[in-house]
C-alpha cells in the first residue's frame, strides 16, 4: 500500500513553529520560560520529532506523564530538562539513570525517593513539588505543607527546581473566581515553602488556556500542550494545527430505500443512498462516538456524516450528494476542518481524539 491508498497522520512542523512563538508572544515578561508538554507520543503526534523540532527553538523545558516517555527523548538525544509529572515508585532507578526530574506529589513518592538518592549517595538532585489547589487529583494539599518542608529540610540529596500547580477549569468563564481562589492558594503555599528554603525555585500554574486567561499567574514558567499542537479554547486566541489526518475512499456502494448499515442495524436509509467504505476505524483511535452522524469528515470539500456505527477498521459516510470516487481522499481533519469542530459536535475533546490516533496502525507523515 503506498501513502495516497490508506489513512496517515501528517504532523506539520511549520504549525508547530508557528505556535510555539505565538504562545511567547502571549507571557506576559520577557523572561518567563516555557514548558512543552510531550506526553502520549507528543498528544498523539510523534514525540521525536516535536521535542527534536522544539530542542531546536530553545524550548526551555520538557514534560511527559511517565518515566518511560522521557527516557525515550533521553535516549534520542534530547538533552532538554525533562519534568516527570506521574512518577511511579518503580520507575526511580530509571528517572536518575536517564536525568529526569520527577515529580513529588505524595508522600510515597517523596519518601522512597529521598531513600534512594540517600542510599546512592546523590547531591542536590533537582525535583518539582506539585501542590494539589483544587483539581483534586494528585499533590500536596495545605495541611501537608510542614511535614513537606521539614523533609526536604532534612535532605541535602535535593534540590527543589521549581513549586508548580495546576488550574482546574482555566478555560471556563463561569469558573474564573475559583480559577483565582486556586492561584491565591498557590500563592500562600508556595510562598510558605519558599520562606524556608535559602533559594528559589521557579515557580508554574498555568496551562495553555491558563496563559491566556490568566497572565497575572505566568509566574517563571508556563506549560503548553495541547496549544502547541494547535488549539486554544479560546476564542480569541487562534492556533494552527498540527495534526491532520486523512484517508480514502475504499469503496462506494448504492443501497435502497429501508435498507441498513453497518453493525446492529442503527442506520436505515430513507432513500436510496451512495455510501463510501472509508479504512480508518475504532482501532485506529476513530471512537464509536462518532457514529451515527455524530461525526463527520470532509470529501472533495463536502461535509459527509458517518453512517451507522464505527467498525474497528471502517467507517461508512453518506455520500449521496457528493461527487466523488473510489480512492479519492478524504480528510478526518485538518487546519481547515479542525479536530475541535469534529469533537464539539460530537460531544467529545480535541485532546482525546488526537491522542487516540493509533500509532501502530496510522503512519505518520513529518511535514517540514
Same mark, same amino acid.
Request: net charge positive; proline share 2%.
Given at each position: 500500500?503506498?501513502?495516497?491508498?490508506?489513512?496517515? &497522520?501528517?504532523?506539520? @512542523?511549520?504549525? #508547530?513553529?508557528? $505556535?510555539? %512563538?505565538?504562545?511567547?508572544?502571549?507571557?506576559? *515578561?520577557? +523572561? /518567563?520560560?516555557?514548558?512543552?508538554?510531550?506526553?502520549?507520543?507528543?498528544?498523539?503526534?510523534?514525540?521525536?520529532?516535536?521535542?527534536?523540532?522544539?530542542?531546536?527553538?530553545?524550548?526551555?523545558?520538557?514534560?511527559?506523564?511517565?518515566?518511560?516517555?522521557?527516557?525515550?527523548?533521553?535516549?534520542?538525544?534530547?538533552?532538554?530538562?525533562?519534568?516527570?509529572?506521574?512518577?511511579?515508585?518503580?520507575?526511580?532507578?530509571?528517572?536518575?539513570?536517564?536525568?529526569?526530574?520527577?515529580?513529588?506529589?505524595?508522600?510515597?513518592? &517523596?519518601?522512597?525517593? @529521598?531513600?534512594? #538518592?540517600?542510599? $546512592?549517595? %546523590?547531591?542536590?538532585?533537582?525535583?518539582?513539588? *506539585?501542590? +494539589? /489547589?483544587?483539581?483534586?487529583?494528585?499533590?500536596?494539599?495545605?495541611?501537608?505543607?510542614?511535614?513537606?518542608?521539614?523533609?526536604?529540610?532534612?535532605?541535602?540529596?535535593?534540590?527543589?527546581?521549581?513549586?508548580?500547580?495546576?488550574?482546574?477549569?482555566?478555560?471556563?468563564?463561569?469558573?474564573?473566581?475559583?480559577?483565582?481562589?486556586?492561584?491565591?492558594?498557590?500563592?500562600?503555599?508556595?510562598?510558605?515553602?519558599?520562606?524556608?528554603?535559602?533559594?528559589?525555585?521557579?515557580?508554574?500554574?498555568?496551562?495553555?488556556?491558563? &496563559?491566556?486567561?490568566?497572565?497575572?499567574?505566568?509566574?517563571?514558567?508556563?506549560?503548553?500542550?495541547?496549544?502547541?499542537?494547535?488549539?486554544?479554547?479560546?476564542?480569541?486566541?487562534?492556533?494552527?494545527?498540527?495534526?491532520?489526518?486523512?484517508?480514502?475512499?475504499?469503496?462506494?456502494?448504492?443501497?435502497?430505500?429501508?435498507?441498513?448499515?453497518?453493525?446492529?442495524?442503527?442506520?436505515?436509509?430513507?432513500?436510496?443512498?451512495?455510501?463510501?467504505?472509508?479504512?480508518?476505524?475504532?482501532?485506529?483511535?476513530?471512537?464509536?462516538?462518532?457514529?451515527?452522524?455524530?461525526?463527520?469528515?470532509?470529501?472533495?470539500?463536502?461535509?459527509?456524516?458517518?453512517?451507522?456505527?464505527?467498525?474497528?477498521?471502517?467507517?461508512?459516510?453518506?455520500?449521496?450528494?457528493?461527487?466523488?470516487?473510489?480512492?479519492?481522499?478524504?480528510?478526518?481533519?485538518?487546519?481547515?476542518?479542525?479536530?475541535?469542530?469534529?469533537?464539539?459536535?460530537?460531544?467529545?475533546?480535541?485532546?482525546?481524539?488526537?491522542?487516540?490516533?493509533?500509532?501502530?496502525?496510522?503512519?505518520?507523515?513529518?511535514?517540514?
Amino acid at each position: 500500500m503506498t501513502m495516497a491508498q490508506q489513512s496517515v &497522520l501528517e504532523i506539520n @512542523l511549520q504549525s #508547530l513553529e508557528k $505556535n510555539f %512563538f505565538h504562545i511567547k508572544s502571549l507571557l506576559s *515578561k520577557k +523572561n /518567563t520560560k516555557l514548558m512543552a508538554v510531550v506526553k502520549a507520543n507528543g498528544y498523539g503526534s510523534d514525540a521525536l520529532v516535536v521535542s527534536k523540532k522544539l530542542q531546536e527553538l530553545d524550548i526551555d523545558y520538557f514534560a511527559v506523564a511517565y518515566a518511560s516517555e522521557g527516557v525515550i527523548l533521553r535516549k534520542a538525544g534530547i538533552k532538554t530538562p525533562i519534568l516527570v509529572f506521574l512518577p511511579q515508585a518503580s520507575s526511580i532507578e530509571e528517572i536518575v539513570k536517564f536525568n529526569l526530574e520527577p515529580s513529588l506529589y505524595s508522600f510515597i513518592i &517523596l519518601k522512597k525517593f @529521598l531513600r534512594f #538518592l540517600k542510599e $546512592n549517595d %546523590f547531591k542536590k538532585y533537582p525535583v518539582h513539588v *506539585k501542590l +494539589n /489547589t483544587g483539581l483534586n487529583r494528585v499533590g500536596f494539599g495545605l495541611d501537608d505543607l510542614p511535614d513537606v518542608i521539614s523533609k526536604i529540610l532534612k535532605s541535602s540529596n535535593i534540590v527543589v527546581r521549581s513549586i508548580y500547580s495546576h488550574l482546574a477549569a482555566s478555560e471556563d468563564t463561569s469558573e474564573v473566581s475559583f480559577s483565582k481562589k486556586q492561584i491565591e492558594l498557590f500563592n500562600t503555599m508556595s510562598s510558605t515553602i519558599i520562606s524556608k528554603l535559602e533559594y528559589t525555585p521557579m515557580l508554574h500554574i498555568c496551562n495553555t488556556s491558563g &496563559l491566556i486567561n490568566f497572565t497575572e499567574a505566568h509566574y517563571d514558567m508556563v506549560r503548553s500542550g495541547i496549544g502547541l499542537y494547535g488549539f486554544s479554547g479560546a476564542q480569541k486566541i487562534k492556533f494552527s494545527p498540527v495534526h491532520r489526518l486523512k484517508s480514502v475512499i475504499s469503496q462506494i456502494h448504492t443501497i435502497n430505500k429501508n435498507e441498513s448499515v453497518g453493525y446492529n442495524r442503527s442506520h436505515y436509509s430513507q432513500k436510496n443512498e451512495k455510501i463510501a467504505t472509508i479504512p480508518i476505524g475504532h482501532a485506529d483511535g476513530i471512537t464509536r462516538v462518532f457514529g451515527n452522524k455524530k461525526g463527520f469528515v470532509f470529501i472533495n470539500g463536502e461535509k459527509a456524516f458517518i453512517v451507522g456505527n464505527v467498525c474497528m477498521d471502517v467507517i461508512m459516510v453518506d455520500v449521496s450528494n457528493i461527487k466523488c470516487k473510489e480512492g479519492d481522499q478524504v480528510i478526518i481533519f485538518d487546519d481547515v476542518h479542525t479536530a475541535e469542530d469534529l469533537c464539539s459536535f460530537a460531544g467529545t475533546i480535541s485532546y482525546e481524539l488526537i491522542s487516540s490516533i493509533s500509532t501502530n496502525r496510522i503512519p505518520r507523515s513529518i511535514i517540514e
